[in-house]
């Protein structure tokens, strides 16, 4: 069983920058990719990023395009979202998912983590 722990949300002014991180244990085959995932109140959860843990292949959607950065660390089993120049619109719950193969439909994604909040104030 895949369990995934986030953390490294917190509040911060626009313009800011926060590191979330993603814990993981229990990797097996079918949790080759790890997706973050962001949720707004009011609003449908949307992929922000993943990486294939497998060969670095990473994808980002547009609104986050070269402000996030996510990374891993094998060793250490985590994986990073950098987020730069945060925008108030980037204000949500952060998850963090895993599945056997990357996509940023969170339907494709069994297991999930808690959640962090990410709130940028303007």
């Known amino acids: 069983q895949v369990q995934l722990v986030e953390s490294g949300g917190g509040s911060v002014q626009a313009g800011g920058s926060l590191r979330l991180s993603c814990a993981a244990s229990g990797y097996t085959s079918s949790s080759s990719c790890v997706g973050w995932f962001r949720q707004a109140p009011g609003k449908e959860r949307e992929g922000v990023a993943f990486i294939n843990r497998r060969d670095d292949g990473t994808g980002y959607t547009s609104a986050v395009k070269g402000r996030f950065t996510i990374s891993q660390d094998r060793a250490e089993n985590t994986v990073y979202l950098q987020m730069n120049s945060l925008k108030p619109e980037d204000t949500a719950m952060y998850y963090c998912?895993?599945?056997?193969?990357?996509?940023?439909?969170?339907?494709?994604?069994?297991?999930w983590g808690q959640g962090t909040q990410v709130t940028v104030s303007s």
């Open positions: 998912a895993a599945s056997g193969w990357c996509s940023d439909w969170p339907s494709n994604y069994p297991y």
